[in-house]
């Protein structure tokens, strides 16, 4: 079993920077794929960023594209989103979620690739 508490959140002005982390337990944390997705009131939940269990690769959502980094430090069992140049349609509740033992391969697009998931972060960007 994996268990993931996601902190970073709060209110921001559009433009500014936040850095979400989530932290994990779990002897075999390093070995899982890892994603960030988020969900706004009114819509599902959609991906935002993905990464490879070593950190060697990486992949975002389009509009996420140069303005966020997910990153991993497994030695601290920790996941992390920095998000820059924030835009009011960024504002939603931030979920960290762990593929689990095996992964999928590479793919990190849907949330039936996961199979556990923090509480999530409320992240809200004012205009």
């Known amino acids: 079993q994996v268990q993931l508490v996601e902190s970073g959140g709060g209110l921001v002005q559009a433009g500014d920077s936040l850095r979400l982390s989530c932290a994990a337990s779990?002897?075999?944390?390093?070995?899982?794929?890892m994603g960030w997705f988020r969900q706004a009131p009114g819509k599902e939940r959609e991906f935002v960023a993905g990464?490879?269990?070593?950190?060697?690769?990486?992949y975002y959502k389009d509009s996420a594209k140069g303005r966020f980094t997910i990153s991993r430090d497994n030695a601290k069992n920790t996941v992390y989103l920095q998000m820059n140049s924030l835009r009011p349609e960024d504002t939603a509740v931030y979920y960290c979620?762990?593929?689990?033992?095996?992964?999928?391969?590479?793919?990190?697009?849907?949330?039936?690739?996961?199979?556990?998931w923090g509480q999530g972060t409320q992240v809200t960007v004012s205009s």
């Open positions: 979620a762990a593929q689990g033992a095996g992964g999928y391969s590479g793919r990190y697009y849907y949330t039936r690739y996961y199979d556990y």
């Open positions: 990464i490879s269990w070593s950190g060697g690769s990486t």
């Open positions: 779990g002897r075999t944390f390093s070995s899982y794929a």
